[in-house]
């Protein structure tokens, strides 16, 4: 008897301790569309790593129907019996014929969804513009303290400008929250995350120099430049995790992201691995518990010291993105539960598809 509540206490002791931690996930998985979607070893593979996180980002979706993301909702959730996941769906983006959507995979009964905006890119700055949502972890510890998480798969050949503008993005977003709180927490709480190409032959040092997401002190980033997220042979440093200071520093938080390397985890062949995705997903852990703030993988980054500026205004590269001229609040375009809601976007680059009824993200009942 001793030794059976000896074992149910240490099994509470870790259901207990599981509960103060958050697991968000970011996933580029390499054209996402019904070819993959037809063979069922990497189907497999894809919900296996899904199902280790509380909300994942997916990046690259290509598919004109809404078939991808529905069928890989309803796998993922035949496989997690015990949970019912949901989505948060962008517009399909892009400026080429080749149109893509960010899509959140997200646990209910872990994470509530406050509301889901897509930034409205008026100056056309990026590919895909950012796709951001506001979540309330409803984990011990965690109760009350919603975090802004802004998604970005950046073009290769523009990832500078575009890893620049990202604070451009965030600055949007504050001005026009529509209370004191919702702007605090996108001031201190904003989790920037994804396939940001920000390495190899797509950055240089003195491209560095030109990013303000790289040089503020405001920003923590969380995966080091050496650090390898791709599937391939060469080591790329490509999808990256930034942390607002206010979240790095936060008292009673500690937030870390390191690469899955699904190859070594799953005991994979290069060959198969690569038939999933070309990148490995990362994980980003929040815990409640801890109070060290920012961790990871940081220690090979070395401070970038931006070029001086003879008059104080910003270079063509850190041209900022001016918000809409209408007047809006950021709270008209976010949910208040978690029921279907329209948002409204900037629609100049649409993709060519077969007639619609009305444009909107997608949030998944």
């Known amino acids: ?207 560095w120099t030109e990013v303000r997401l790289r040089t503020s002190d405001k920003f923590t980033w969380l995966i080091g430049d050496k650090t390898r997220t791709t599937v391939a042979d060469r080591d790329c440093a490509y999808d990256r995790v930034v942390v607002t200071k206010g979240l790095a520093v936060s008292k009673g938080v500690g937030i870390s992201a390191v690469p899955y390397n699904f190859i070594e985890k799953m005991k994979m062949s290069s060959d198969n691995a690569k038939l999933v995705s070309d990148h490995f997903p990362v994980d980003i852990t929040v815990d409640f518990k801890k109070t060290a703030g920012a961790g990871g993988s940081t220690k090979n980054d070395k401070p970038v010291k931006s070029p001086p500026k003879k008059d104080g205004t910003l270079t063509k590269t850190n041209k900022p993105v001016k918000s809409p001229s209408k007047k809006r609040s950021l709270d008209d375009d976010f949910l208040d539960d978690d029921d279907d809601m329209d948002v409204d976007y900037d629609d100049d680059d649409e993709e060519e598809l077969p007639p619609r009824k009305k444009r909107s993200v997608k949030v998944s009942a």
């Open 1 to 207: 008897m001793k030794l059976s509540l000896s074992l149910l206490s240490l099994l509470l002791l870790c259901v207990l301790g599981a509960t103060n931690a958050l697991n968000i996930g970011s996933f580029n998985i390499q054209v996402l569309g019904k070819t993959k979607m037809a063979d069922n070893r990497v189907v497999d593979t894809i919900i296996e790593i899904l199902s280790r996180y509380d909300i994942v980002l997916v990046q690259e979706v290509r598919d004109v129907t809404d078939d991808t993301v529905d069928n890989l909702l309803s796998i993922l959730n035949k496989r997690n019996k015990s949970k019912n996941y949901k989505t948060a769906v962008s517009t399909r983006l892009g400026r080429s014929d080749s149109k893509e959507q960010y899509v959140y995979f997200y646990d209910p009964e872990v994470i509530k969804l406050m509301g889901a905006y897509q930034y409205e890119d008026k100056n056309k700055v990026f590919e895909r513009p950012p796709y951001a949502v506001r979540v309330r972890p409803t984990t011990a510890g965690g109760n009350g303290k919603d975090f802004f998480i802004i998604a970005c798969h950046i073009q290769p050949k523009n990832a500078a400008v575009e890893m620049d503008a990202l604070v451009d993005v965030h600055e949007h977003f504050i001005a026009t929250a529509g209370n004191a709180a919702l702007k605090k927490t996108i001031t201190d709480r904003t989790i920037f995350l994804g396939d940001f190409n920000a390495d190899c032959d797509y950055m240089t040092k003195k491209k």
